[in-house]
């Protein structure tokens, strides 16, 4: 029904920035909130941001001032601005939207398939 799909991953050096983009399609009647999650080899799938339908954006501690979540709602695509990146931002990243279709009673949350993102020292 809803297919999110994430470009953008890559290597980089410490410093070094990137951008990821995630596009929606599919039977879309309305996107709530967007967001970013990641998940490092090993540990849990972690909230980096979230934006919310009215624009407000939404950051982990640990990226504040470093990324920026972004929204074009005319074409479906939420963005994740990454500079200052470090070492320790290196992990698989996920898009992850809240959607409503044309068939379903209520919003339903959607993945990506994640893109990879490696920051080397």
């Known amino acids: 029904q809803v297919q999110l799909v994430e470009s953008g991953g890559g290597l980089v050096q410490a410093g070094g920035s990137l951008r990821l983009s995630c596009a929606a399609s599919?039977?879309?009647?309305?996107?709530?909130?967007l967001g970013w999650y990641r998940q490092a080899p090993g540990k849990q799938r972690d909230m980096v941001t979230f934006i919310t339908s009215g624009n407000n954006p939404n950051y982990a501690d640990s990226v504040k001032g470093r990324f920026t979540i972004s929204r074009d709602n005319a074409k479906n695509t939420v963005y994740l601005q990454m500079n200052s990146l470090k070492p320790e931002d290196t992990a698989v990243y996920y898009c992850?939207?809240?959607?409503?279709?044309?068939?379903?009673?209520?919003?339903?949350?959607?993945w990506g398939q994640g893109t990879q993102v490696t920051v080397s020292s």
């Open positions: 599919g039977s879309i009647r309305s996107i709530n909130a």
């Open positions: 992850n939207a809240v959607v409503k279709t044309d068939t379903d009673y209520a919003p339903r949350v959607y």
